[in-house]
């Protein structure tokens, strides 16, 4: 999965999540674990990415370090885009807490939101001082980090005509602005209108300006996954531009329902009792 499709995610979830988290909402604990190891094994990616890039823009020879920048790039793209829906996320737990008067969704996903934002600054640290990155890059990257930040404030407006998640925004007062401008226009009518329009506009935005080779392919469709499964399936059955997200979410259930039957049905012991079994010879005295 592309973060460019967290982008969308992140759309829908902004215009959406508000009002359904209003309703009688239950929350899943794993979900909201996997979101948690997902989101923390693509930090630790990203915390090696990173720190090698850096090191060999340091010492590699001036030749090489087009080559070096052309690698760090879907990286540095998927840290910038990737931030979207990590914001809106924990601004939607944030919102979840506050309104079923719970502690339970937000502590998981500020401690994904500090780790993202420490990624963030060293992408950025990375792109201010790292040697031989010529305007070719740094322009689009600079263009993206923009249209990325403005992005997340005006999803983070929706959010914010309900609760108050202004702090997670790049600029507040734009944020508040945004919210304003959303508060004045609500009604049930526009919601399918202004998801399709936010959908198209994000596509267009983010669709052609990256580079296609994601990369952490598999930890964004685990993230996207594990958002979608964390506030009910309820928030997502009615939509079908969401499908191929929705899709991904159906086989990764599937095969880890697979997994569960075929270990419940081998005719093998189970791993544990062998290693008991074992144990339990090891420790008899020798005759």
């Known amino acids: 999965m592309h973060a460019r499709e967290h982008v969308q995610l992140a759309a829908y979830l902004a215009i959406h999540a508000p009002a359904y988290l209003r309703g009688r909402v ?19 990616r990203w915390g090696i990415r990173l720190k090698t890039h850096s090191q060999l823009l340091e010492t590699g020879s001036v030749s090489d370090l087009p080559r070096f920048w052309n690698a760090a790039r879907p990286v540095i793209e998927e840290i910038l885009v990737s931030d979207i829906l990590t914001r809106v996320w924990i601004s939607i737990c944030v919102a979840h807490d506050r309104i079923q008067m719970k502690n339970v969704a937000e502590p998981v996903a500020r401690s994904v939101f500090l780790g993202h934002m420490e990624a963030r600054n060293r992408a950025l640290n990375l792109l201010l001082h790292g040697r031989g990155l010529e305007a070719t890059m740094m322009v689009p990257l600079n263009r993206l980090r923009r249209r990325s930040e403005r992005w997340t404030d005006m999803l983070l407006g929706y959010i914010a005509a309900d609760t108050d998640v202004n702090s997670f925004g790049f600029d507040q007062e734009r944020v508040r602005e945004f919210g304003n401008d959303i ?3 609500r009604g049930s009518s526009h919601k399918t209108a202004s998801w399709t329009l936010l959908l198209e506009s994000a596509i ?3 669709g052609t300006q990256l580079v296609n080779e994601p990369a952490n392919a598999d930890m964004n469709r685990d993230i996207a996954g594990a958002v979608m499964n964390t506030f009910g399936t309820e928030l997502f059955d009615q939509n079908t531009l969401i499908n191929p997200m929705w899709e991904a979410r159906i086989v990764n259930l599937a095969d880890d329902a697979q997994r569960l039957v075929e270990q419940l049905l081998t005719t093998n012991d189970p791993v544990l009792k062998r290693k008991q079994q074992q144990r339990a010879r090891w420790s008899s005295p020798r005759m």
């Open 204 to 206: 267009e935005a983010f």
């Open 26 to 44: 239950t929350y899943s604990p794993t979900a909201l674990e996997q979101y948690w190891i997902a989101s923390k094994c693509r930090l630790d």
């Open 183 to 185: 508060r004045s226009e």
